[in-house]
């Protein structure tokens, strides 16, 4: 019998119209982009918490979601089981084949952590199961080290030394749980990991705890053979004043300050991407160039306000420098993929706007990697890029590159050049046309879709 009153979703491309319905347009799974099927390249996940916790509560309001599982059950473990499968079927109509989730998402807390730990077993068992028999894959799981109040100083980083080895605790049944359930990579996202006020926190001697957390928990993933790729979440900021994983820079620092760099990638958000002020192609390509690009979250913010909104991704031109990014780097990341960090608005409260909502996400990403793909079939940035820095492939320039140049070799070069010289050897960048370019790719890529 069907839980969720939506049937499987059909890709019906254009032959119903423009107006977005329970169909994708241009998300063909087996559509072969690039050399790759779509949904190779995407490997969209499905957040746990979002989708199947999320109420739709804002800070000025109750929760308006409407779920087919509301009300039907008294006991929280019947819940949690009964959920485990509305989930599996509605990833599976839905068309992805990748989940994530928090520990404390799937079940509820005892009241201590080894009641904790058999109430998550019982749910384990049931994903486990659904899983043997959709051949639905576990994209990423991570644990909820933020959200109980035990947590109000951090969990790796808090002052309370048996905080830490709680959080060390829930930790390690956590990976456990990531051997056994197959997980591709494991998150971790410090919710809490920062400080509020530098007068009481002693920095340094947290970041170190920190790292020292990160380093069990890599010695006990060998120790357990679990192959996870580790992954680091960085957020600038929201809900500590500041994050010690503030952007991919910063957490790239530190991974290399405390020997993590061979150990640990980035997954990154587009939301907390802009929370840094930056765009969320720029915290990828800064990834890319250290060699961390883990995964991604797909998901937006409201330009207009400042906090952490995640909204399904419907910005085409984000979703296009995204996915010219995974383009470029053959791959999102090892074994990475784009979980939906996102949850409809407060407005989008019937159950099927949990499926709309998703569709609207995987069209535009799809979308994105139609135009990304035919940006580098033609070679538009490769050849834009490359006629810009052309000045270093020879001459002085390659001397730069290669590294036999000094101070004195390029100050003879320069020395007696007039300004008009220097002047004619800058060029201008025709930005807004190649802002247009970009537009008209848009347009054209997706005419021919």
């Known amino acids: 019998m069907a839980l969720w009153d ?64 509301q009300g039907k059950y008294s006991d929280p473990m019947d819940e949690a089981l009964a959920k485990v499968d509305y989930a599996f079927e509605f990833f599976t109509k839905l068309g992805a084949e990748y989940f994530c989730f928090h520990d404390r998402d799937i079940a509820p807390e005892g009241d201590t952590l080894r009641e904790t730990n058999a109430n998550l077993d019982k749910v384990v068992d049931r994903i486990e199961e659904n899983m043997k028999s959709t051949g639905v894959k576990l994209l990423w799981n991570t644990s909820s080290l933020f959200t109980n109040p035990r947590f109000v100083a951090g969990a790796s980083t808090s002052p309370y030394a048996d905080i830490y080895a709680y959080s060390a605790g829930q930790l390690k049944h956590s990976l456990e749980i990531a051997k056994r359930l197959g997980a591709e990579n494991y998150v971790f996202w410090g919710g809490r990991e920062g400080y509020e006020n530098l007068w009481n926190t002693q920095m340094k001697r947290e970041q170190e705890h920190m790292a020292r957390f ?74 890319r160039d250290a060699g961390v690009l883990g995964s991604l979250d797909a998901n937006q913010g409201d330009k207009l306000l400042g906090w952490d909104l995640d909204e399904f991704p419907t910005d085409l031109m984000e979703t296009v420098s995204v996915m010219w990014e995974v383009l470029d780097e053959g791959q999102i990341g090892p074994h990475g993929g784009l979980n939906f960090d996102a949850k409809p608005r407060r407005s989008s409260f019937y159950a099927e706007d949990l499926f709309r909502s998703h569709i609207a996400g995987m069209d535009t990403y799809a979308a994105g990697l139609l135009v990304a793909a035919k940006l580098h079939e033609d070679k538009v940035i490769e050849n834009l890029t490359a006629d810009r820095y052309s000045s270093y492939d020879s001459g002085i320039g390659a001397t730069i590159e290669n590294g036999t140049a000094t101070l004195a070799t390029l100050e003879e070069y320069i020395l007696d050049k007039p300004q008009s010289e220097l002047i004619a050897a800058t060029r201008s960048d025709h930005l807004e046309c190649v802002k247009v370019t970009l537009n008209n790719y848009m347009i054209e890529a997706l005419a021919e879709a």
């Open 6 to 69: 939506i049937d499987k979703i059909p890709f019906v491309g254009k032959e119903k119209g423009l107006q977005q319905g329970l169909g994708f347009h241009y998300y063909d799974a087996d559509r072969v982009v690039a050399g790759k099927k779509m949904k190779d390249w995407l490997r969209f996940g499905v957040a746990w918490w979002h989708t199947f916790d999320q109420e739709l509560v804002d800070p000025f309001g109750v929760g308006t979601a409407q779920r087919p599982w």
């Open 214 to 287: 990160f380093h069990m928990c890599h010695d006990y993933a060998k120790e357990i053979g679990l192959d996870a790729q580790f992954l680091i979440e960085p957020k600038a900021k929201e809900p500590t004043t500041h994050q010690y994983d503030f952007d991919a820079a910063t957490a790239i620092a530190f991974l290399r300050g405390y020997d993590l760099i061979d150990i640990m990638k980035l997954n990154l958000e587009g939301n907390h991407a802009n929370l840094a002020g930056h765009t969320y192609q720029h915290e990828i390509r800064t990834a």
